[in-house]
């Protein structure tokens, strides 16, 4: 159980890019980092207005001569002090993630960014290559994945409670962009620009949780195949695609579905998994975070709650007030930044064991998020049709 405890011999020396006055992503990136003392914010270039930048970061605290203008004289400044910064974490659009990653990393730094890494898999593995190259950790915020409760299910699917896995099938189908919300928000409107974006809107931006999902569950579990069709409903979005289905065949015959979906009307998140095997089936749903469906066959449903002393060690670790309690997604995202952090220690102290055994969403998780909206484009820009997952 998680009950703040030092768990790093110092916090680490931490800076943002981005996230800067009105960016919801930015607070939930400095309230999950600095919630259990893992993290220290000390410097940033929070928005692309200098000044603005200047005078958010010191409303949180940063010293004005380490709010820089860009990141660039971010990395180099820091460099040239002995209490410079360790890590970066990188919550701007999508566009810019592959350069400011890489620039990171040549710098030296260990790095935290938003999904998608990039735009492509080439330039995903080669983020890759020179973050193994310089000994950094990449760590990629699938927040959703650090809820206790589906680190519950990965290990009774391990447990072979289910049986043999032949059906995931999982969904990230809001509502809130069911008409041209972006007219009128431009923190929206970048979504759907692909020179900002990318070669896709949905899927990379909500289809690839949980996909990530199910492979913390079911780590074994590789694609083979796919076909994806995906559909512009606000015309004005094309090329980009507001909502897709991906079909997809797995290695040893299981079979998965990935809805992803802007526009499903009255859809507050609806974001779910579900594994089903021969046995049983698992159903985990963001809505009801601390809630995990269990249905065997033949037998009454069950509803696993977090916090219990019947759920796996694992699950229960990342417990922060026991049962009974809500938690949510601030709780999720805390998980993943302490296990960053533990990963970035680990890694400065090449304490390979320890490394070894942390789970988080790594560079890894990156390169395959890139690799499946990828393959779900040239899918659907074939026409919908059955491709070799590459």
Not at 29 to 50: E, K, Y
Not at 234 to 245: G, M, T
Request: net charge negative; proline share 4%; glycine share 10%.
């Amino acid at each position: 159980m998680i009950n703040g405890a030092k768990l790093t011999a110092a916090p680490i020396r931490w800076a943002m890019v981005g996230g800067g006055q009105g960016s919801q992503i930015g607070y939930i990136h400095r309230s999950a980092a600095l919630r259990d003392n893992v993290f220290q914010l000390v410097a940033g270039a929070f928005d692309i207005d200098p000044q603005r930048g200047r005078d958010f970061g010191t409303s949180l605290g940063v010293e004005p001569a380490r709010c820089y203008a860009d990141y660039q004289t971010l990395f180099a400044e820091e460099a040239k002090r002995p209490d410079g910064i360790q890590a970066v974490s990188i919550a701007t659009p999508n566009g810019t993630h592959f350069a400011i990653c890489k620039a990171a990393l040549l710098a030296g730094l260990h790095v935290v960014c938003e999904k998608p890494l990039c735009f492509t898999t080439a330039e995903a593995e080669e983020l890759q290559t020179l973050a193994a190259s310089r000994g950094k950790i990449v760590g990629v915020t699938y927040g959703y994945a650090g809820h206790q409760l589906i680190e519950q299910a990965r290990q009774m699917i391990a447990a072979g409670e289910l049986g043999e896995i032949r059906i995931v099938n999982m969904q990230f189908a809001h509502g809130f962009h069911s008409a041209a919300v972006e007219e009128a928000n431009p923190a929206t409107r970048w979504r759907v620009d692909p020179k900002l974006a990318g070669p896709s809107y949905v899927l990379g931006d909500v289809g690839t949780h949980p996909l990530y999902l199910s492979e913390v569950m079911l780590p074994a579990l590789k694609v083979q195949k796919l076909m994806c069709s995906r559909q512009s409903f606000v015309a004005s979005r094309a090329p980009l695609e507001d909502n897709a289905f991906t079909l997809m065949q797995y290695h040893g015959g299981a079979m998965g579905f990935v809805w992803s979906s802007a526009v499903n009307a009255g859809s507050m998140h609806g974001q779910k998994i579900r594994v089903i095997g021969s046995k049983a089936s698992l159903e985990w749903w963001d809505e009801r975070p601390n809630q995990l469906s269990f249905e065997v066959q033949g037998r009454p449903a069950q509803v696993l709650e977090r916090g219990m002393d019947y759920l796996h060690p694992a699950a229960l670790h990342d417990d922060r007030i026991g049962s009974g309690h809500p938690e949510g997604l601030f709780e999720a995202w805390s998980n993943l930044y302490y296990r960053f952090a533990l990963a970035m220690d680990a890694s400065d102290r090449d304490d390979q064991a320890a490394l070894a055994a942390i789970r988080y969403p790594d560079i890894h998780a990156g390169v395959e998020g890139v690799r499946w909206v990828e393959n779900c484009v040239r899918s659907a820009d074939a026409g919908g049709v059955w491709v070799d997952y590459q």
